[in-house]
């Protein structure tokens, strides 16, 4: 698989001079298959870029896999360009709003509502086609398969995994370690600790030795202490996934908004010294915006 990252920045897109070698693009993810299928993980405003460079590949199919509809992840989409030409075909792929009771198509034409947007969905040139997917769920994309899994996140996310000729992704799109929230003396503290261990071991063997781990790395440890329960992970938390589940490289990414190049980088060497790689620990990585590679 070919893969390269068009967004790497969490929650707003933070374009400026200080965020120029990691860029400052929202989730967005492109993985090519063996068989040069087109997979698009998310649509933050990295799909934008993306987008330009399609135009040239028309008529296309691209499969679109939205972890969850937190804006970060889906205000690309009105500015996909393949959409507006007839013969493209693009299928989105993502979960429920358990909330509000409405199915994927629902939650994301919203986006083109008349006081948001001046296209309306119904005017959209391109074959569209919605799938609502249920967790575990499998769908096949040309040589790949893609299946997914509920992570921890105030909306519903889906964590994918990408399969294709003995190799494997897995994005967890936003996503905190669950804890108890219960203090230890609570009737519900021990029923909460089973849910978490049985969650965190479901999560384990869905991305067990996957090559690729692509984690939500916003916060520092320091950070997170005023921050938990926004639903995003630490550099600790991920080499912690990471070495769990024996992936052979971590990329760290959603890359908190106010977080210069420099202190990104700062932050990253403290973690590499902080865990000194030892045999069969994976590879770690900054998420960067351009950034390609195969696996
Ligand atoms: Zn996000
Ligand atoms: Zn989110």
Redesign the pocket.
Known sequence: MKIRFWGVR??IASPGPNTLRYGGNT?CIEIRTDDDALIIIDGGTGIFPLAQTLLGQMPLTAHIFITHT?W??IQGLPFFIPQYIPANRLVLHGAHDPVEQRDLREILTYQYQYCYFPVREVELKANLEYVTLKEYQVIQVGDATVSCIYMNHPVLNLGYRVNCNGKSVFFTG?HEPITNIYADDHHYHDEYSRFIEAKDKAILDFIDQVDVLIADTSYTAAEYAMKKGWGHGTYDTSVALAKACRAKKLFFT?HEPTRSDDALEKIYQETLERYPRQPGDPEYLLAQEGRYFEV
Do not use: K, P, R
Request: aromatic share 0%; hydrophobic share 0%; net charge negative.
């Open positions: 969490g929650s989730t937190h970060d992840h936003d959603h």
